[in-house]
């Protein structure tokens, strides 16, 4: 049966239409223009997968462009890190070279002298709060400020001594002539360059004044020929003025779509607020695996595979809306259940002494790697006379129906054999610190001729053969859903239990050797990944997600 072909998103429809119109010669280019500010987050791997698929779908590129036209807030360790980010996702970017609209520096202030000479643009002395309110509002026209009408030759002579540095911050700025009572508050004269003598992390000190975002991205766009220039929603009444600049300089007509950005659960998806987390210690840094940074994300074990599927799943469209974050978990439990290797570790260990088992024995038991995956084989595990086991696969009344230990119940051992529990010991104040067991000596798991039958199954680990670590449990990093709702009030929000360590955990044998990167099931309890503040002597593991969505709304 012919699978049913899946259909176009609205934005791959306006790419087929292009194609078969022949608009751009059958070019398709697409570009990613994320601002040098902060760590992507996961709403910037839409945006990734998004042009970067879409290019790739119709044979085109994308063109990586850092928009670094603020450079009071831009640091080289951002471009490098949106560099990895982007390459982790499995995209390459045009010629593997990527671009930075300051390298339009230059050509973006000849464009500016253009429209100041065709009559288009002036130099405002007005101060910012003095512009702002002169605007208006959406229901009133604004007024024209008092410099519009200044002569074309004071305009280019005051906007060369801008760049020449003779004024402050702030003292001029140049602004398009349009409409001061336009519907659209955007076209109201919006600012098109504004004085900053700060450093800029690739030009140094060459220049001190800076386009704005409205002004920098269409000309970049056009400048590169970018066929599709794809932004979020938010963008959409930017749009007339992207279309007015690029008419009025009459260059290469790169046209804007938008698309609806990603809004996530119990997630904070503002980089404003997130770079306040780190500044604040709320979390340990950008890469904090309760943080939705792409590179959070990484070293919380998410794979790229997961992180793509799951921007495929949530689509394209052109409204809001809020996707649940267990989405994404769905998505990484997916794929890991196919590639995460299954090992035993005890996370709250109970001793089992199994007192018929030979003192000083022990035996290798083999073990599948992954049932999903019967080509990642096997490996051997010791199993020996002392284990520990899950502190709550013990219950001294066990209710009806708990298929696993308590007085005079059974259980299979995982790989091993059946034992029965015999007795228990208490400490003084009441706590199980030890299990006594006897096993079925023929009960051996690939060769039980016990007969005896069990239901339930669980995880150990040999005691003299286990290695210690320290397991990180993560979870949601607010308990409110929709954190758009609360503005600057958020952190009031951050949930308590996010982050809960356990520093006595013991793994098998096998784990000693864990590589970053890697992906492990501890059995019945979650993925894991070993975290990149793991050393030698103190193995630090990260729970990426567990078996099923347990958290709590």
Known sequence: MEEEKKSLNFLEQIVEEDLASGKHEGRVLTRFPPEPNGYLHIGHAKSICLNFGLAAKYGGQTNLRFDDTNPEKEETEYVESIKADV??????????QELYASDYFETLYQFAVELIKKGLAYVDDQPADMIAAQKGNPNFAGEDSPYRYRPIAENIDLFARMRAGEFPDGAKVLRAKIDMAHPNMHMRDPLMYRIKHAHHHRTGDAWCIYPMYDFAHGQSDSHEEITHSICTLEFDVHRPLYDW????????PSQQYEFARLNLTNTVMSKRRLLQLVQEGLVSGWDDPRMPTISGLRRRGFTPASVRNFCEKIGVGKRENLIDVSVLDFCVREDLNKSATRVMAVLDPLKVIITNYPEGQSEEVSIENNPENIEAGSRLVPFSREIYIERDDFMEEPMKKFFRLGPGLMVRLKGAYIIKCDDFVKDEFGNITELHCSYIENSRSGGDASGVSVKGVIHWVSVPHAHKAEVRLYDRLLILEDASQVGDDFKKFLNPDSLT??????????????????NYQFMRKGYFCLDTDSTPENLVFNRTVGLKDSFKK
């Open 501 to 518: 360590v356990l520093s006595e955990v013991f793994i098998e044998p096998s784990l000693k050797d864990a590589k970053i990167g890697t």
């Open 245 to 252: 600049f690029i008419e009025k300089l009459n260059i290469f």
């Open 87 to 96: 390459k982790w996702l499995g995209f390459e970017w045009t010629n593997n």
